[in-house]
């Protein structure tokens, strides 16, 4: 099993269309969450971090049960620039900090 | 410009031949990080530096694959006889801290084992 899960997509939606992705994590013991922002042929960019309380930024919002070890992000208003393949990430702390990526999930706004 | 350089930004090779890529991360950076993404899939670990102590390995690093950082500085990718199943983006990453904040990624370079 993936330590990060995500739904490959892709998510089709019109301009201002309201679109959510999830994530599943495997590792209980997982410490950091994010999402990731990654454009074609791009190198990933952090997007913004999740945190249990729930975070927002503009048109996105982020949120994570630990319980059910879940991560969401959802996009307001899409806009066409928004399309892109957007990554969760975990990380497990420690000496290292590696990110582990899921899949990515693709989303086309379509005008 | 001060963030993380990768290079080449192509690399196109013959089976069984040798490659190497650089990372050059931001100067202030102790932490370096290799990442392989293929086509389809999210960025997978390969290895990570803390100055010039290589700290840990993925088994994604066949004995194929060595990294270095001499003097905690730039970094180099080796790939021997390179397979087909080699081909992929190489994305290099630097930090100053634990946690994403701080974790800047190189443009990456783009690897075609033909």
């Known amino acids: 099993r993936k330590e990060v899960e995500q739904d490959p997509g892709p998510f089709n939606v019109p301009e201002g269309a309201t679109v959510a992705f999830n994530c599943t994590y495997s590792?209980?013991?997982?410490?950091?969450f994010f999402w990731y922002r990654q454009d074609c042929r791009k190198e990933p960019k952090l997007l913004m971090s999740?945190?249990?309380s729930g975070n927002e930024d503009g048109r996105f919002t982020a949120q994570l049960n630990r319980a059910s070890q879940y991560i969401s992000l959802l996009i307001r208003d899409s806009k066409l620039s928004d399309s892109a393949t957007y990554l969760c990430?975990?990380?497990?702390?420690?000496?290292?900090?590696?990110?582990?990526f899921g899949t990515g999930t693709l989303l086309a706004v379509q005008p | 410009d001060t963030g993380v350089s990768q290079n080449p930004r192509h690399k196109i090779t013959k089976r069984g031949q040798n490659v190497t890529f650089r990372c050059d991360p931001i100067?202030?950076?102790?932490?370096l990080y290799w990442y392989r993404q293929t086509l389809g899939q999210g960025p997978e670990f390969l290895t990570y530096?803390?100055?010039?102590?290589?700290?840990?390995k993925s088994r994604l690093l066949s004995d194929r694959f060595s990294a270095e950082r001499p003097k905690g500085s730039f970094s180099t990718l080796e790939i021997q006889r390179t397979e087909q199943g080699d081909s992929a983006m190489y994305l290099c990453?630097?930090?100053?801290?634990?946690?994403?904040?701080?974790?800047?990624f190189g443009s990456g370079t783009r690897l075609t084992v033909v």
């Open positions: 100067s202030e950076h102790n932490r």
């Open positions: 530096f803390q100055n010039e102590a290589q700290l840990e």
């Open positions: 590792n209980s013991a997982s410490q950091s």
């Open positions: 990453a630097s930090s100053y801290r634990t946690g994403a904040y701080g974790y800047t």
């Open positions: 999740v945190y249990s």
């Open positions: 990430v975990v990380t497990f702390g420690g000496a290292t900090n590696k990110l582990i």
